[in-house]
């Protein structure tokens, strides 16, 4: 039951973006396509999981006083790996996410996870937070990048779906269109979430 609830408080309870607000940089920025969202979902799932693996490994032989910038190093060599992947394999879609792979290595959640539960448990539930974290964090920027692409230029991965009669919507491919749409999500899943918590309270 512990190791349940260790995974899915990333994907529902405590979702990076959409409950904790991190990681907003990266979530606003590339999800104007719904390619960009998953690559950049799975660099971040990736250098979670290993950093927190790593961490949880040797958390009792990093010295207090420079656990930080010891997190960094192992943060950094990771994002390094991803970096080095996407433009060795996927070029364009490396192209797109410009220079937000790399400020992985400064992400508020990997940093953050590392300090708050990888440095101070077991490395299974370590692997099951940045799992369920990671996973929260490519769902929500998934969601996002759909509404976008979608309302943006009727398309998903590249798939017309809405018809030729749909117009664009220009906005949706701009900053205002990205804090608008995480808005609405929010509100979505956060009216939703009450409601559900209000429902089992009575029950």
């Known amino acids: 039951m512990k190791a349940y609830r260790e995974f899915i408080k990333g994907i529902w309870q405590s979702n990076p973006v959409f409950k ?11 999800t104007t396509q719904v390619q960009n969202g998953i690559a950049m979902g799975l660099a971040v799932l990736f250098v979670l999981v290993c950093s927190s693996f790593i961490i949880s490994v040797f ?3 990093i010295p207090p006083q420079v656990r930080i910038a010891v997190f960094i190093v192992f943060i950094a060599t990771f994002v390094t790996l991803a ?5 060795a394999q996927f070029p ?6 410009g220079p937000y792979v790399p400020l992985i290595v400064v992400n508020c959640i990997i940093l953050g996870r590392a300090e708050a539960f990888a440095s101070k448990n077991s490395i299974f539930y370590s692997l099951l937070d940045a799992i369920g974290m990671g996973l929260g964090f490519t769902l929500a920027l998934v969601m996002l990048s759909s509404v976008r692409e979608l309302l943006g230029s009727g398309s ?5 779906i809405l018809g030729k009669w749909w117009t664009p919507w220009l906005i949706m491919s701009l900053p205002p269109g990205a804090f608008f749409t995480l808005g609405i999500l929010m509100s979505i899943i956060n009216t939703f979430a ?4 209000k429902h089992r309270s009575v029950a």
Request: glycine letters at 6%; a positive charge; charged letters at 20%.
């Open 194 to 197: 009450n409601k559900h918590k």
């Open 20 to 30: 904790i607000l991190l990681g907003l940089c990266p979530t606003l920025a590339v």
């Open 83 to 87: 970096d080095y992947f996407l433009k």
């Open 59 to 61: 958390r009792k032989q």
């Open 92 to 97: 364009q879609i490396s192209k797109q996410l």
């Open 156 to 160: 998903i991965l590249g798939y017309q």
